[in-house]
Structures are given as structure tokens and as C-alpha cells.
């Protein structure tokens, strides 16, 4: 497993999947370790991925000072790697939580970006919001589903501010286009790298300037691809749009019958649409 020095001395990790064409540095959300990416899918047959641990998460260290994960500070720990792995530029691929953070990276390092892929990516570090009725349009996509019910109710008691202790779980297959054997696994091994205390610091006071980063991703020159699922209300593909159109080359997909990991949902589907794009043939 490989490694290297933050600018605080923190030990961060970061793992390889393929050998195959440049790399794509993979920042996860959460903030969470990188496991939960897999190979995308399969996307390591086509680009090697160079999936950052956040630190705090999975084999990266837990550094003296929590304050330090902020998102908007970890933006130093993304360029430290870009650094190490002595690349002028990257592909720079993020998903869901891990968009805040590309976008910050964006905002303040352009020159060193080929380009930028957001996967369902969270938008709080652009300051777009996602309403109730945006998740209550989306949900009902999945009317037939047997769990429907119940995962609905727990969604207006979320949506309401009156979540219970298993109200987020009860939620949880409408992150996934197919709530089967694999989506369950996948749920109950991100479960398991949860840290909370890592992931209050992320989104903590400051961490955020949505006017500065939205200024400066309107000159963000590198192409930009937003892949939205198409039942996913983490990730409404209207509010994608809206996201997409912060960039001045930017390209909005929605996956088919995918959720807030599509990669699950068609490998082949993402895998085709993001080594296009990643590999300069899209468009």
C-alpha cells in the first residue's frame, strides 16, 4: 500500500487499480476511505485509478489535529499526491462528497486539472440546493418497489427534520438503482467505514465558500463531465444541470435507471460513457 507525507506530516494512503493508460486520481466521498469505488466498474481496464484514502478514513492516518479535515483544507492533500505521483496534470475524477472537494481543488489549482469528472456529486461547495420536493420527485420514480413504503416514510421524516435512529437506514435502497444481494453488501461495508467524527470536521464552519468557488469555476478552463443517476435523490439531475452549468465546458449524462452509485448499477453503461470522456473522445 503506498504512501506519502501531507504538508502537516500526516500519513496519507492511496491504492492502485489497473496499469493500464494515464492516470485518473479518484478523490471518494463520504468523506470515507476509497474501497467503497472498487475498480468503478471496471474502469481500471481503461485508466489506472489512483483512489485517495481521506485522512482520517480507511489506511490513512488520523491526524493530531481534526480541524485539519476540513474539506477545504484537504484541498492541500490532493495536491500533495498530484506532487508525489509527479504528474503536471490530472484527470481528476470525484464522487458524491468527494465533488466538494475537486471543486475547491478546481477552484484553486486550474492549471493543474486535464479534466474533471463529478459522479453524482454532493454541490454544497457551490452552494446549489437540493429541496425536499426535488428528493420527494425522485423517490416516487420507485412507487413499485416492495420497500417503497417504508423507505418513502422514513424520507418525509428525514425531509421533515424529525428523522428516528433507523430513519437513514430505511432509506438507504433508494441510493441504488437495484436493491439486490450486491447493493446490501455495498451498503453495509460503507456502514462500516463510517467516522463520524471525520465526517463532522469535513463540513465543518468555513469549510465551504460557495460565491469565491462559483467565481472562480466560471474561468475553469479543463472539460468537465457530470454523470447523474436517473433515480438518484441524493443527486437530482436537475440540480446536476444546474451544476454542470457552472463550467464553461461542461457535459451533463444522466445514467439510465441508475442511483447514487452507478457503477453498480451498468458497469457498462458508466464505464463506456467515462473512458470516453476521460480519454479526450467525448463530445
Known amino acids: 500500500m503506498p504512501t506519502f507525507s501531507a504538508p502537516d506530516g500526516t500519513t496519507l494512503a492511496f491504492h492502485v487499480s489497473g496499469e493500464t493508460g494515464p492516470p485518473v486520481l479518484c478523490l471518494p466521498g463520504g468523506p470515507a476511505a476509497s474501497a467503497y469505488l472498487g475498480d468503478l466498474g471496471g474502469l481500471s481496464a481503461h485508466r489506472q485509478l489512483i483512489k485517495l484514502d481521506l485522512r482520517g478514513t480507511g489506511d490513512s492516518a488520523t491526524p493530531r489535529a481534526m480541524d485539519t479535515c476540513r474539506c477545504d483544507r484537504m484541498v492541500d492533500d490532493a495536491e500533495a499526491l498530484r506532487a508525489h505521483l509527479g504528474l503536471d496534470r490530472v484527470?481528476?475524477?470525484?464522487?458524491?462528497g468527494g465533488a466538494n472537494l475537486a471543486t475547491q481543488y478546481a477552484a484553486r489549482h486550474p492549471e493543474r486539472i486535464s479534466s474533471l469528472t463529478l459522479i453524482t456529486p454532493s454541490t454544497r461547495a457551490v452552494g446549489l440546493p437540493i429541496t425536499g420536493?426535488?428528493?420527494?420527485?425522485?423517490?416516487l420514480l420507485r412507487r413499485e418497489e416492495p420497500w417503497f413504503p417504508e423507505a418513502y416514510a422514513a424520507l418525509e421524516e428525514i425531509v421533515a427534520g424529525k428523522p428516528t435512529a433507523d430513519s437513514w437506514q430505511a432509506i438507504a435502497p433508494f441510493s441504488y438503482g437495484r436493491w439486490d444481494d450486491v447493493a446490501r453488501a455495498h451498503q453495509a461495508a460503507s456502514d462500516a467505514e463510517d467516522n463520524g467524527e471525520v465526517m463532522a470536521a469535513y463540513a465543518a464552519e468555513g469549510a465551504f465558500t460557495p460565491d469565491a468557488t462559483r467565481k472562480a469555476l466560471a474561468d475553469f478552463a479543463a472539460p468537465v463531465l457530470v454523470l447523474a443517476g436517473e433515480v438518484d435523490m441524493a443527486a437530482p439531475p436537475r440540480v446536476m444541470a444546474e451544476c454542470a452549468a457552472?463550467?464553461?465546458?461542461?457535459?451533463?449524462?444522466v445514467q439510465p435507471g441508475a442511483g447514487h452509485f452507478p457503477w453498480l448499477d451498468d458497469a457498462e453503461w458508466f464505464v463506456?460513457?467515462?473512458?470516453?470522456?476521460?480519454?479526450?473522445?467525448?463530445?
Open 91 to 96: 484527470d481528476l475524477l470525484a464522487h458524491c
Open 246 to 253: 457552472l463550467f464553461p465546458d461542461a457535459e451533463m449524462v
Open 133 to 139: 420536493d426535488d428528493r420527494r420527485e425522485i423517490a
Open 272 to 283: 463506456t460513457t467515462v473512458a470516453k470522456f476521460c480519454n479526450g473522445l467525448s463530445g
